[in-house]
């Protein structure tokens, strides 16, 4: 069974997330969400390639709640395959099915590594009904050069299975910013209006780096809020760390609570266009 209805939160915790929930208003951009938990030497899993629980009953009800307040949720090809996840919201939303409350899965995969298939948990979650099939970034260049494919009927496969294979044009490239805007530029062509960005750590130390630009050639960052889950575990040293190559100081109306034994830290970013 992929979906375990979650208990509800209590109204105090919904109260604390509510300020930083996507807003309803229509917007010329996506409205991202940058979330993750973290062990309290900033490690989000144990080690490479390993799936690490770290968030404790209440705070994953949290996790899921945003889920359902997001029209996307996305991961990195990374955790993809060390996680085999089911990216769909099992918190019940009131007058929604869990599949209405669902974000669409989104993979970053730019050279199409992930092994998704029938079994995947995301698959299964959509074939049950109570998650949204999934979007996988793959390179368009590296699509058109079809020679660096091994099996270019596993694309077929998939997309007869309900995922979509969609290239973006560089998603390649060496420059963050540039894969990230193309990112962007992407999902809200495809009518995205919020994300959520669940990690791994390279997609989260990227993001917090990123700046994109508007149409006048305005620098933003296109991080509107920060919601980190603090574990009261040590992973470390061999674990896999949230650590931006450049120092940030850029969270703004920073509120925490408690949720079980977990820390929840919850933040607007002052470099993004919402920004005071
Ligand atoms: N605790 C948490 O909240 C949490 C959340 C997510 C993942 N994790 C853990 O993180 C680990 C994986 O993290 P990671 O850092 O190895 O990998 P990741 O999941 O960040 O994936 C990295 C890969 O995604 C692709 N990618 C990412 N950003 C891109 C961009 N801008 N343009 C093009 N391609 C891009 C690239 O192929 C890159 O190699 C796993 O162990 C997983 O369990 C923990
Ligand atoms: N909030 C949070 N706490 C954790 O302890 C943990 N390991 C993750 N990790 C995020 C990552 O995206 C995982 O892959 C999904 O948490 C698994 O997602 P599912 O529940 O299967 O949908 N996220």
Redesign the pocket.
Known sequence: MTTQPLDQLPDSSRAFLRPYLPPSAPSDRVFVTL????SLDSR?????????I??GPESKCMTHYLRGHHDGIL??????L??DPSLNCRYPITGKSYLEASPRPII????F?CNIGPSSKVMMAATQMVGKKPWI?V?AEWLDNSSLMSDPGRIQFIEDLGASVIPVTG???DD?NE??A??LKSLKQLGLRSLMV??????????LC?TVQDVNGTKFSPVDVVII?IAPVYLGKNG?EVSPTTAIDKLYDIKWEQFGRDIVIASFNNKSRLGP
């Not at 979330?35 to 973290?38: D, E, I, K, V």
């Not at 989000?44 to 690490?52: D, I, K, L, N, S």
């Open positions: 979330t993750y938990a973290a989000v899993a144990v080690g490479q390639g390993q799936r690490t770290l968030s991961v990195g090809v990374n955790t993809f060390a996680d970053i995969d730019p050279t590594r970034l390179s998603l390649q490239s963050r894969s990230w193309a990112i669940e990690g791994g750590a390279q997609v989260i130390n990227d993001l990123t889950t896999v």
